[in-house]
């Protein structure tokens, strides 16, 4: 069982950025791959990003490609997402994810955080 509790969420103007944080239990996180969607209003559900439990590879959407940036720390159990140059249609409430696998966290995550909303000012 992971749980997972994002932060960093907020008003920012376009251009601007902002980082989120995901704080995981559970003493396996480091096995798992983590990653993050996001949900704007009247939208379904998308994938973001997505990395594997070493680091060592990361996954993105082509929207966020470029100005998003994934990471994990996993003596914090913790994954960021650094969010640059934002725009206003990145304004959604975001959710961090894990999975056995990022094929796994990129389709069909198991676990969800409560997620943390992001908006982004014209």
């Known amino acids: 069982q992971v749980q997972l509790v994002e932060s960093g969420g907020g008003l920012v103007q376009a251009g601007g950025s902002l980082r989120l944080s995901c704080a995981a239990s559970?003493?396996?996180?480091?096995?798992?791959?983590m990653g993050w969607f996001r949900q704007a209003p009247g939208k379904e559900r998308e994938f973001v990003a997505a990395?594997?439990?070493?680091?060592?590879?990361?996954y993105y959407a082509d929207s966020v490609k470029g100005r998003f940036t994934i990471s994990r720390d996993n003596a914090k159990n913790t994954v960021y997402l650094q969010m640059n140059s934002l725009k206003p249609e990145d304004t959604a409430v975001y959710y961090c994810?894990?999975?056995?696998?990022?094929?796994?966290?990129?389709?069909?995550?198991?676990?969800w955080g409560q997620g943390t909303q992001v908006t982004v000012s014209s």
């Open positions: 994810t894990a999975g056995r696998t990022t094929v796994t966290v990129k389709s069909s995550p198991v676990y």
């Open positions: 559970g003493r396996t996180f480091s096995s798992y791959a």
């Open positions: 990395i594997n439990w070493g680091g060592g590879s990361t």
